[in-house]
Nanobody
Framework: QVQLQESGGGSVQPGASLTLACVPVSAPPRYRMAWFRQAPGKEREFVAVINWNRASTYYADSVKGRFTISRDHAKKTTYLQMNNLTPEDTAVYYC?????????????????WGQGTQVTVSA
């Protein structure tokens, strides 16, 4: 059962920008929304997280300063603005919803997931 739906992925050149969006399909509103990604042959890794009040955001060091996570409660949408993309950003990006745990970087703390959207960065 699809709980969250991602969109906005695509193939771009290095230095380009993309904005991913995540909307709930069957998942309820969650306190915490996050983005993870999984590159070919690698484990899924934390990218960014935002809390319900939108005052707290955290990022992986690899994307800090380039990616921005945001959420629009009226549209029930969580976004990931990605700037200055590099080939190392190539991955399937997943949206996840979770609760109040301090370990926001662990995928085990999230129980609502999307099916992912592919982002490919190449010259």
């Amino acid at each position: 059962q699809v709980q969250l739906q991602e969109s906005g992925g695509g193939s771009v050149q290095p230095g380009a920008s993309l904005t991913l969006a995540c909307v709930p399909v069957s998942a309820p509103p969650r306190y915490r929304m996050a983005w993870f990604r999984q590159a070919p042959g690698k484990e899924r890794e934390f990218v960014a997280v935002i809390n319900w009040n939108r005052a707290s955001t955290y990022y992986a060091d690899s994307v800090k300063g380039r990616f921005t996570i945001s959420r629009d409660h009226a549209k029930k949408t969580t976004y990931l603005q990605m700037n200055n993309l590099t080939p190392e950003d190539t991955a399937v990006y997943y949206c996840a919803g979770g609760g109040y745990s301090d370990t926001y970087y662990s995928q085990d703390e999230y129980d609502n997931w999307g099916q992912g959207t592919q982002v490919t960065v190449s010259a």
